[in-house]
């Protein structure tokens, strides 16, 4: 999705004399961008580097530079609310697989997860790793568990996905990968889908689905970026 905004002024010769005058309340080109309805302002000095940087980057979208500001601040703000949301033992294992890649690769400035022999190495790495802290025991479905705290409407549709450690994980693969290459085009369809959702036993979650979507949306944009992949893009019927 192309988004353009360009503030500008309509230059006019009137009695031979050169004057500029600003743009009428409402005319010319509308501002776009997701924030462009925000009507707080507030004066920001900047090293010009990251100002070149910034510029370079909304250049790159085809909006502002203040439109690209707001978006690095929030997705910073939902990375970190993301973060917060895990529980400790989440937290101590990405830490975990974060050291094994950075000792694959030995903190060489390479694009290591582009290169097809230390991916692998950190695959198996972790691979590794994760089998030496599996707790021993058989591994019997929580789905009993679950149902305590889920509502029967939730396991009528995800019940099926606790039945094996596979169909766990290659559900949990799939939905991962797919909110990682969502379409930026498509998240207003999607919020509008779910406003219309109605479950008695929750009233809100309309308002939780939403702020959840729109979570987990900048945070895999944020994901992609650091991974060097493109922006999703797709048919917007």
Known sequence: MQLNYKTYVLQIRMHK?????????????KPSGPF?????????????????????????????????????LRVSFEK????????????ALCFLIA???QRVHNGIPIQWHR??????????????????LE?????????????????????????????TPETTAAEA???????????????????????GLNF???PNVSEELIKEFEREFYVMANARRDLGIDEPRGSKS
Request: net charge positive; charged share 30%; hydrophobic share 40%.
């Open 115 to 132: 290169d097809p022999f230390l991916y692998r190495a950190f695959k198996l790495g972790v691979a590794a790793l994760l089998d030496a």
């Open 173 to 195: 693969a799939k939905s991962t990968l797919n909110s990682l290459c969502f379409p930026a085009h498509l998240v207003g369809d999607v919020k509008t889908r779910l406003q």
């Open 135 to 163: 707790p021993a025991g058989a591994a019997k479905s929580p789905l009993p568990e679950f149902s305590k705290v889920l509502t029967p409407h939730e396991l009528q549709l995800f019940g099926d996905r606790w039945e």
């Open 200 to 202: 008695p036993e929750r």
């Open 99 to 101: 050291e094994t890649a």
């Open 80 to 91: 970190e609310n993301y973060r917060d949301q895990r529980d400790p033992a989440t937290r």
């Open 17 to 29: 004399v050169k004057q500029i005058r600003r743009r009428a309340t409402g005319g010319g080109r």
């Open 36 to 72: 462009r309805h925000s009507a707080a302002q507030l004066t920001v000095r900047m090293p010009d580097d990251m100002r070149a940087r910034l510029d370079a980057a909304a250049k790159k979208k085809g909006w502002s530079l203040s439109q690209e500001l707001l978006w690095r």
